[in-house]
């Protein structure tokens, strides 16, 4: 088997993952790993993969077939995806919705002048869940989505309750409205307001000295994070919150309702992920998606593309008569 | 708006359910039906639509943009597909699993020559089950898929049911296991038995003077049918029967359970639809893969396709961009 090239820019969370997912591929070979931090730093779960400075990056263009950016989508991708995209085959997990138009736009000018292709916003959401947005609202073009998060670790939200004078370690989960779903999935088409359709849980180690109360008060009343929710604090130990707190697991659901036919009939469509690892599950999607970046640019395909862009079979490593007799 | 000239083959419950999908849809146009039944005994939900004799359909290959295939896959479909996909762009819902690839080859050769498309075997199983199947295995290679169907009724074990001496009625349910699936989507990967992932629930009406046992007894030990499924027969009277088993509902679950990561981190994917009726979902299915056909189509491609080549965003009347900002 001819393998795909892959290398890696950034090494966290996202690129551990999507290194081990390499490894569960056989059509596919991790190359190299590229960093910012110095290389001999950088501890690989293969260490006969070779790391290198990121700043070396382009001395590599005939050797990779797609890299995967693994930085984050705040300050990594929107300085390093409009270089990259103009040297390599990419795909990474660009995550701020709003943006997403702009991000569009600084790839495709490039990619498409180095013939190269370049896939943004791949994971679950954006991602997999806008996968199935689109699948339900264009199937069912009479109803409602819903799209509801956790039980699930989040990263932004944690970061708001450490900020909090007192406050020593701290997480922050995000829980769907059991009931909510409950009348999405009835077909009762609600209307559902922000404190209505998710609640959040924190789990928090206060600093010696500190007042429960105080710090209770002032996460559940912080604007933006946390005013327009129900938000339970528990007070945990060190022990405890080192024990129960420290995986990224995540997930949520995407409901679409509709009514079909000329009766209204109720239709109910549900994706749903119960993921133990946010990251590792991020970076296991882009590695398929990876593979079919590679067939794209094989295919001649140039330009900045979603995963609206991209035909499902392509990210299989079977051939399409394969797919269509085992998996159809 | 320019719109899309659909035409519908075959007016049986999947020809109705396309024609009101249609009425959805602003971006499309039903033009005409085709029937082997008299047209003027065909009563459509929109009368000003016209009905053609299904023997004329060659004369309208200048009108039709795309072409629906409303038949059944057993005796309409192998016969009418290779055909119309020689004249028309198709799409159609075959859905005899096994034959898929000798249907896909049957109808590639005329649609190659006549430069154009053909869609086979879209719907829900196989069609956006399929596809759940599909992305499941990609993105957690290591893991395993479980398809459950139910709650729903079941065309083929109705008419089973009701070739049973005595049996003035009856229906069919195919169920889920609830243990079943809860040790999916626990990640325990089971081996489950034919018996350990559905149930089957019958409802009957006898004739006067049938035995009750004598019927029960016939259906489940019925071989192929119902022999190898725990089954439950409830014996109704024919109000009941026609009050409460006159719809077609039907559904399921596709679930992947894999492990990512070095430490074999569970994650889960479920797809699920609970369908009030379900040759309309299908239908409503079919005509969203119309729009993709047409745009394939448009686009210069031909031959036969299957849902793992459609990128999903053909499937909606909106831009590309309008994706990209509403619903990545």
Not at 19 to 48: G, K, T
Not at 63 to 87: F, N, T, W, Y
Not at 275 to 299: C, D, H, I, M, W
Not at 304 to 316: E, R
Request: proline content about 5%; glycine content about 8%; some cysteine.
């Amino acid at each position: 088997m001819t393998q795909i090239n892959i290398a890696i820019a950034g090494y966290g969370n996202l690129g551990r993952g999507a290194e081990a997912a390499i490894q569960q591929s056989p059509d596919m070979r991790l190359v190299a790993v590229f960093s910012r931090r110095d290389p001999a730093s950088v501890e690989l779960l293969d260490s006969s993969v070779p790391v290198h400075a990121m700043a070396d990056i382009e001395q590599f263009q005939n050797d990779i077939d797609v890299l995967i950016l693994c930085g984050g989508s705040k300050s990594d991708l929107p300085e390093q995806g409009p270089d990259l995209a103009g040297m390599f085959n990419i795909v990474d997990s660009f995550d701020t919705h709003a943006k997403i138009p702009e991000y569009f736009a600084a790839l495709d000018q490039p990619a498409q002048a180095a013939g190269k292709v370049a896939l943004l916003s791949v994971g679950w959401d954006p991602g997999l869940f806008s996968l199935n947005r689109l699948f339900g609202e264009a199937i069912l073009p009479q109803g409602e989505t819903y799209t509801f998060w956790g039980k699930g670790l989040s990263q932004g939200h944690s970061d708001a309750v450490r900020r909090v004078a007192g406050v020593k370690s701290g997480v922050q989960y995000t829980l769907p409205s059991e009931p909510a779903m409950a009348r999405v999935r009835n077909g009762e088409l609600p209307q559902l307001t922000t404190r209505e359709k998710h609640t959040r849980e924190c789990f928090i180690v206060l600093e010696d000295g500190a007042d429960a109360d105080t710090v209770r008060n002032t996460i559940v009343t912080m604007p933006d994070y946390f005013a327009d929710y129900d938000t339970t604090v528990n007070f945990i130990d060190q022990h405890t919150f080192a024990e129960q707190h420290s995986s990224m697991p995540h997930g949520g659901f995407v409901i679409r309702s509709g009514e079909s036919g000329s009766d209204n009939t109720k239709q109910v469509l549900e994706f749903s992920l119960k993921l133990g690892s946010n990251p590792e599950f991020t970076s296991s999607v882009l590695v398929a998606y990876a593979r079919a970046v590679y067939k794209l640019s094989q295919a001649g395909e140039t330009g900045a593309k979603t995963v609206f862009d991209v035909a499902p079979g392509l990210l299989s490593p079977k051939t399409p008569a394969q797919l269509r007799k085992e998996m159809l």
